[in-house]
C-alpha cells in the first residue's frame, strides 16, 4: 500500500478501492443493450429479485439500528435510525395512484402490463409466507438472479451490520444510470405508455433517494465501523462483493438478451 494511499480516511479509503467497480457499472453495456420490450421483460425478470433482496437488507438495517421489540428503547445511532426508517416509509409504503403500495408491488404490476413473467418471484413470495423455506424456490429464478439473492443473504446472514450497510450504501439501486433511465422513457413513449410504471418506478427511486441519503449512507456506515480497523476491512469487503455481484447480474441478464437475438 503507498503512503498516500494509507493516508487516506477509512471511508474515502474505502471509497477508492470500490471506484473502478463504480465506474465498471456506470458503463455496462447493459443499458444501451435493452431496447425492445423483450429486452426489458428479460431485464425485470431478473431484475425483480435484486429489488425484493434490497427489501430484505433494509429489514435488516432496521432490524439492528431501530428497536423493533416491545418494551421498546431508543437505538444507539440515531442519525442512522431515522436515514433507515425513512427509506422504509418511502419503500415499502408509498403511494402510487392513491394506493399504498410498496416498490416491490409496483414493479410486479409493472411487469404484469408488460407480460413479463413473474412466476419465480411470485413463487418465492409464496414460500416466504407460507412455509419460510424460500431458498429451495430460488432454483426456479434466472440463473444470474439466482446467484446476486445469494450474495446479499451472505451478507445478511453472516456479515456484520457494518458490513450490511457498507452493501446497502454502495451496491444498490443507486448504480443505475440516467442513460438506462432515459432509454425506458423513450421506450415508453414508442408504446403508448405500456412503461409507465417502470418509469415511475425508476424516477420515483431518485426521487426518494433525495439529496441527503448519500451523506447520511456515508455516515452511517463511518458510525457503525468507527474506528475498528477489522470493521472497516469488512465493510469495504463487503461494498466491493456488493458491486461484483451486481456486475455479474447485469453480465448474465445482457448474456440472455443477446442470446435471443
Request: a negative charge; hydrophobic letters at 45%; charged letters at 25%.
Amino acid at each position: 500500500m503507498s503512503s498516500s494511499t494509507s493516508a487516506l480516511a477509512p471511508l474515502d479509503l474505502l471509497e477508492s478501492r470500490i471506484a473502478p467497480l463504480r465506474e465498471r457499472l456506470a458503463s455496462h453495456p447493459i443499458y444501451s443493450a435493452v431496447s425492445t420490450e423483450r429486452d426489458l421483460r428479460l431485464f425485470m425478470e431478473s431484475h425483480v429479485f435484486a429489488v425484493w433482496d434490497f427489501m430484505s437488507l433494509l429489514k435488516s438495517l432496521q432490524r439492528a439500528l431501530t428497536c423493533v421489540d416491545v418494551p421498546w428503547v431508543p437505538s444507539r445511532y440515531a442519525a442512522s435510525r431515522r436515514f433507515i426508517n425513512e427509506i422504509v416509509l418511502g419503500e415499502e409504503s408509498d403511494e402510487y395512484q392513491h394506493r399504498p403500495l410498496s416498490h416491490f408491488e409496483i414493479y410486479l404490476e409493472a411487469m404484469q402490463v408488460l407480460g413479463a413473467d413473474n412466476t419465480p418471484i411470485e413463487t418465492l413470495i409464496n414460500a416466504v409466507r407460507t412455509s419460510g423455506d424460500w431458498k429451495a424456490k430460488l432454483a426456479a429464478a434466472p440463473i444470474p438472479a439466482q446467484a446476486f439473492v445469494a450474495e446479499t443473504f451472505r451478507v445478511i446472514e453472516h456479515g456484520s451490520i457494518a458490513a450490511q450497510a457498507a452493501a446497502f450504501t454502495f451496491g444498490r439501486e443507486d448504480v443505475i444510470p440516467e442513460m438506462f433511465r432515459g432509454m425506458v422513457r423513450e421506450l415508453n413513449d414508442q408504446r403508448e405508455g405500456r412503461l409507465a410504471q417502470f418509469v415511475w418506478y425508476l424516477e420515483r427511486h431518485i426521487e426518494v433517494d433525495g439529496d441527503d441519503h448519500g451523506p447520511l449512507s456515508l455516515k452511517m456506515v463511518s458510525d457503525l465501523c468507527g474506528t475498528d480497523e477489522a470493521l472497516w476491512a469488512e465493510a469495504t469487503s463487503a461494498a466491493e462483493q456488493a458491486l461484483a455481484a451486481r456486475l455479474a447480474l447485469w453480465d448474465g441478464v445482457l448474456a440472455e438478451i443477446q442470446a435471443g437475438r
